[in-house]
């Protein structure tokens, strides 16, 4: 969905995969996950999450003692929200967030940075929002992989539609431009799961990644079209390969 108002690049709405999104992505169980990762790292009372998507992390946030509110700029995935939080989740882009300065003293921003356009002025709207001597946690998007030779061998031309902003340096950089203190950049993982050049391939062709979903069908004839074949021409394409992978996780402060 574009902004017109904020001239960056448009934030990836969600609508299309909403109904779906849970079944493919642990639901609860992945919300219980990340909000036990997330729970250390913050001071005493409610947590806002940014990209709160179908509130999964956020109902785990508030069962672990942190009511948790939520926005996001996906009006299906709020409809999903609405069944964990009711009214405390809203619309809102996460480039002008719906809330007063210093509103909340915890904002959590997992696996969104890299979705919202601009996350230099996210993660402003973010530290706007937070209360003297708040927190912001964010799960990045960009996480550090280990697949297979074969499969990263096959997938290597997509790289370049891969690119995110949500690196640790690129997240930590934006953080002090916007007035907070860096408290710890870690990684978390490995986490594993098998995982097999057929599943690599129809998670492309169903355009499972939100990376693939604006691009051109010129550029999808020319330059996915090859990965997913070269993923299907592989040794046993259908026998699941070892896959592990790293989430890097960021801690920020404002100043009390």
């Known amino acids: 969905m574009t902004d017109s108002s904020t001239g960056s690049a448009p934030a990836k709405s969600f609508d299309r995969i909403a109904k779906t999104y849970d079944a493919t992505r642990d ?101 706007r929002v937070l209360a003297p001597g708040g927190r912001l946690v964010a799960v990045h998007g960009e996480t550090y992989a280990d697949p297979p030779a074969d499969v990263t061998g096959a997938m290597a031309p997509l790289a370049p539609l891969r690119e995110r902003p949500d690196t640790v340096e690129g997240l930590a950089r934006a953080a002090k431009a916007a007035g907070l203190r860096t408290v710890t950049q870690y990684a978390l993982g490995p986490n594993e799961r098998g995982f097999s050049p057929e599943d690599f391939a129809g998670a492309i062709e169903g355009r499972q990644y939100p990376y693939l979903w604006d ?24 026998r699941p390969r070892p896959l592990q992978w790293w989430s890097p996780l960021s801690v920020f402060a404002k100043a009390g």
């Open 27 to 127: 639901g609860d169980a992945r919300g219980r996950a990340v909000a036990a990762l997330v729970v250390p790292h913050l001071v005493p009372g409610p947590v806002l999450e940014i990209g709160v998507g179908t509130g999964a992390v956020a109902a785990a946030l508030a069962g672990a003692g942190h009511p948790a509110l939520g926005v996001d700029i996906s009006t299906e995935m709020l409809r999903q929200a609405e069944q964990r939080l009711g009214a405390r989740v809203v619309r809102g882009d996460a480039r002008a967030l719906p809330y007063a300065r210093g509103a909340v003293p915890n904002v959590l921003c997992a696996h969104v940075l890299h979705l919202v356009g601009d996350m230099d002025t996210a993660v402003a709207e973010a530290a």
């Open 215 to 238: 691009v051109p069908e010129s550029v999808w004839h020319e330059l996915v079209d090859p990965v997913v074949a070269a993923l299907r021409a592989l040794p046993a394409p259908a």
